[in-house]
């Protein structure tokens, strides 16, 4: 059973809910299995308003909000051509850089939902491959991309406030 969901493009006026967002995610997500130091320099410096400001004013980047029942569950961050995080996958698929739902919101399929519309998204800009990055220990989410057709491709280093630690790339066609 699908779940009603409404999704929309952040503009500049939204900056305060995609933060708001964006930090609680992230640190649901993560505070777990980091330490406090590391999370709060990863937030200041990548996800501060000034970051999100400036990446929601990137030509080749776009955030969506969902909703669902009016509240702000889930957010997306989908980059197109140079706003890509690695070289060598600009030209045959686009990179959705952040997909984070509320805990709450897990395992209702919302999730699925929002990582459709990015299919469609990519879709309507002519591409049939999409990328991601996925901490080698978030297993939850490796299991959800799993499910859903990725396939690992390669690996990179992300730097998680002082701590250097290995995202699995993995990739879909559709």
């Known amino acids: 059973m699908s779940l009603p969901l409404k999704i929309e493009a952040v503009r500049i ?23 406090t130091g590391d999370l ?4 200041k410096n990548k ?11 990137n030509p080749n980047s776009v955030f969506y909000l969902s909703y669902y029942q009016e509240i702000n569950i889930e957010y ?3 980059n197109f051509k140079s706003a890509q ?3 060598t996958h600009k030209k045959d ?5 952040r997909i984070y739902l509320l805990k ?19 879709r309507e800009k002519g591409y049939k491959k999409v990328w991601l990055g996925v901490w080698e220990h978030n297993h939850k989410a490796l299991a959800f991309y799993k499910k859903l057709g990725f396939r690992l491709f390669s ?11 290995t995202d699995l790339l993995l990739e879909l066609d559709f």
């Open 85 to 87: 995080s690695e070289n």
């Open 47 to 57: 996800l501060s308003k000034k970051q999100l400001m400036k990446e929601i004013l």
């Open 40 to 43: 709060t320099l990863y937030l």
């Open 93 to 97: 698929r686009f990179e959705i850089e």
């Open 104 to 122: 709450a919101y897990q395992g209702k399929g919302l999730g699925s939902l929002l990582l459709e519309e990015a299919l469609k998204k990519g």
């Open 13 to 35: 006026k939204d900056l305060e809910r995609l933060h708001t967002l964006a930090v609680t995610t992230f640190t649901e997500t993560f505070a777990s299995q980091n330490t």
């Open 155 to 165: 690996k990179h280093k992300f730097l998680l406030g002082t701590d250097l630690q």
């Open 76 to 78: 997306l961050k989908l």
